[in-house]
């Protein structure tokens, strides 16, 4: 009777996630995987495959746990723009308060990997998909609520804010101040919000 | 006497750089540069010394030339916000015309090695603040000269315009569509202007 595996399998992915997350994924080794793991070989290939095969169930992992439980916060009811605003005031802060700043694992791995390794890559794209379709589902319902006006297009915000978070992850990495991070994602945000200040005032002058 | 060197520095320069820009900074062998640079070893230790220093020279033809040059073309006198436009909208021209969809060797870099390598996250650092500082430079131009409103901050709409490049670049090495970037950058760009259609009805309000 072969030996019981003794090592939890979540455990182990969780360990190969923080180690792509620090290093990347070419510079991680077999060792580094191994020692963060706690495993020997035969049993590492044995229950995830190769190096490459490992990753993409960390991405998958990753995709579930960092991205769509997270983004699922935003699908309940109630006032919608508040609740996008915390949830992306929450992102970067949580992005700031890393020590290392490590980013986000998909927005490091599409820079360093893409286009040379399609099905990481599509990976990732449809995660940034759910991003934006998530966006944008909180965006439609705030138009609906009257909380957004009628001339903004929840598609091209959606697609806006997604771009402007991953844009917020590169300059987070390189090293940005914490305030000027916080102010851009303030510049960003106004967006979603500039217009409503003048609309007493246009309101007014149809009025008059 | 010693045998005159037979390749232009300059031009080795930029096939290495061919090489990082496709394959990354971790996935790039001496091989790979040997063969692209086609030098033998000896000849490459000797004028650009190990993998890193010369990945660091790279960095600095890169600065200099694909962002210092293009960037200086914006401290031209004349109208500045539609200079500032025709600018950005190029970059994303060239960088979804590139048909590797390599994206910006500074954005790659900054997401595979930072945070563990400081000097080559210091030389990044360097670039986007030169761009913040031109994007800064445009806008406090436009600012005097009527095109931008008064209640804008050159400084902030700077580091979003910066930030903003470097998520549309993470996009476009995503694989999103051009149209959906395009749109995303009209989005982005529309916060130059946004308040400004509802100026006049603003002035008839107070006129009133």
Redesign the interface.
Known sequence: MPRPKEFNPDDAIEKAMQVFW???Y??TSMEDLLSAMDLNRGSLYDTFGDKRQLFLKVMDRYCTNFVGLKFSLLNQPGPAIPALRRFIHGMIESSLGDP????CLI??T???????ENEI?GT??QA?KMAEDTFFQVLARAKQQGELMENK?PR??A??L???????I??I????SAD?VK??V???L??LD??DM?RP??E??FD?
């Open positions: 620090h290093k990347g070419e510079a290392q700043r490590r980013g927005a490091n599409v820079m360093e990997l893409a286009p040379h890559a990732l794209r940034l297009d091209a915000l697609r806006f997604t771009t402007m978070l991953q844009g917020t590169v300059m990495k390189s090293g940005a000027a102010q851009t303030e510049t960003a106004s967006i500039s217009a003048f005032s246009i007014r002058s008059t």
